[in-house]
């Protein structure tokens, strides 16, 4: 099965790459998701809008894609959908867009956000939700579900980022905004800037947590210490949208962000290995989210 690289452009378009491994270039483009001129088997239907998050589940077969409409639309890499996962909402109430989503150990939970103060936990198995989680007091921006279904990571507009048990709705763990030789200013600007853009956990290096921000800044937890103990910078000067480890190597790291640009990081020795520039097909916007399969 052929590496991929996930994107989405900002006018409303999933495409799949090919990510070749010895030169480091995306090709071979295929058009998944395209909501103003949808066809038949090939793409989404254009009722669930812009999609603002996606990911591939644990068999690397199916792809969860977040939607401005308030629905979880799960599909094929063919783009022949599966399912759609939506709570009713009333006819006064406009649905409230995913802007997060995670999978869960063996694709039986899946966690999402949307523009809200309160992760929600999905069970696949029931297609329903759950459990939400509570603690932030702004806008929940991304959520980050750990290996093994042990916590639910989430951060906010302001730079927090908070860690819940699964079997409890009260916050657990806070990390420091203020990291050492590095603080965030306490102004509205500097708190906006320090935004949470992106969370993953890198199950190559348990218990790492990798954080994208709305400043081009990328830092690496210790999920169980609560320690930072890497911060990467000066190479995105837009927000980083997503951030990802490996499966299969402890000591790589991607960064993408609304800059066009995908940044290839050796995180073992600090230091920048490859940069890939983006280019759309139909499209004209930036790097919205990517998807490692």
Same mark, same amino acid.
């Given at each position: 099965?052929?590496?991929?690289?996930?994107? &989405? $452009?900002?006018?409303?378009?999933?495409?799949?790459?090919? =990510?070749?491994?010895?030169?480091?270039?995306l090709q071979h483009?295929?058009?998944?998701?395209?909501?103003r001129t949808p066809?038949?088997?090939?793409?989404?239907?254009?009722?669930?809008?812009?999609?603002?998050?996606?990911?591939?589940?644990?068999?690397?077969?199916?792809?969860?894609?977040?939607?401005?409409?308030?629905?979880?639309?799960?599909?094929?890499?063919?783009?022949?959908?599966?399912?759609? =996962?939506?709570?009713?909402?009333?006819?006064?109430?406009?649905?409230?867009?995913?802007?997060?989503?995670?999978?869960?150990?063996?694709?039986?939970?899946?966690? &999402?956000?949307?523009?809200?103060?309160? %992760?929600?936990?999905?069970?696949? *198995?029931?297609?329903?939700?759950?459990?939400?989680?509570?603690?932030?007091?702004?806008?929940?921006?991304?959520?980050?579900?750990? %290996?093994?279904? $042990?916590?639910?990571?989430?951060?906010?507009?302001?730079?927090?980022?908070?860690?819940?048990?699964?079997?409890?709705?009260?916050?657990?763990?806070? @990390? %420091? =905004?203020?990291?050492?030789?590095?603080?965030?200013?306490?102004?509205?600007?500097?708190?906006?800037?320090?935004?949470?853009?992106?969370?993953?956990? #890198? &199950? $190559?290096?348990?218990? @790492? =947590?990798?954080?994208?921000?709305?400043?081009?800044?990328?830092?690496?937890?210790?999920?169980? $210490?609560?320690?930072?103990?890497?911060?990467?910078?000066?190479?995105?000067?837009?927000?980083?949208?997503?951030?990802?480890?490996?499966?299969?190597?402890? *000591?790589?790291?991607?960064?993408?962000?609304?800059?066009? *640009?995908?940044?290839? #990081?050796?995180?073992?020795?600090?230091?920048?290995?490859?940069?890939?520039?983006v280019s759309f097909?139909?499209?004209?916007?930036?790097?919205?989210?990517?998807?490692?399969?």
């Open positions: 099965m052929p590496s991929h690289l996930i994107a &989405t $452009a900002t006018d409303d378009v999933v495409s799949t790459w090919e =990510l070749t491994r010895e030169e480091a270039q483009q295929q058009i998944i998701y395209e909501s066809t038949v088997q090939s793409t989404m239907s254009s009722g669930y809008g812009t999609v603002n998050c996606l990911g591939w589940n644990h068999t690397q077969q199916v792809l969860a894609c977040g939607t401005d409409d308030g629905a979880v639309a799960l599909m094929l890499d063919s783009g022949k959908m599966l399912e759609v =996962l939506q709570e009713p909402c009333e006819a006064r109430n406009p649905p409230t867009p995913i802007i997060s989503l995670a999978w869960g150990k063996r694709s039986r939970h899946l966690v &999402t956000t949307g523009q809200g103060d309160c %992760p929600s936990l999905w069970d696949l *198995k029931k297609k329903e939700r759950i459990m939400s989680f509570q603690g932030h007091g702004a806008t929940i921006t991304s959520v980050a579900l750990a %290996p093994e279904d $042990a916590c639910v990571a989430s951060g906010d507009k302001n730079g927090e980022i908070l860690l819940h048990a699964l079997h409890s709705e009260n916050p657990g763990m806070s @990390l %420091p =905004l203020d990291v050492k030789g590095d603080p965030v200013p306490r102004t509205p600007s500097g708190l906006m800037a320090a935004g949470v853009r992106s969370l993953h956990f #890198w &199950t $190559a290096r348990q218990p @790492l =947590l990798l954080a994208g921000h709305r400043d081009g800044v990328a830092r690496v937890w210790d999920s169980t $210490a609560g320690a930072c103990l890497m911060t990467f910078k000066g190479q995105h000067y837009m927000s980083i949208v997503a951030v990802a480890g490996s499966p299969a190597s402890d *000591k790589l790291m991607v960064t993408a962000g609304q800059d066009r *640009k995908a940044l290839l #990081w050796d995180v073992t020795n600090r230091k920048l290995l490859k940069e890939v520039k097909q139909g499209s004209k916007g930036g790097i919205k989210v990517v998807s490692d399969r």
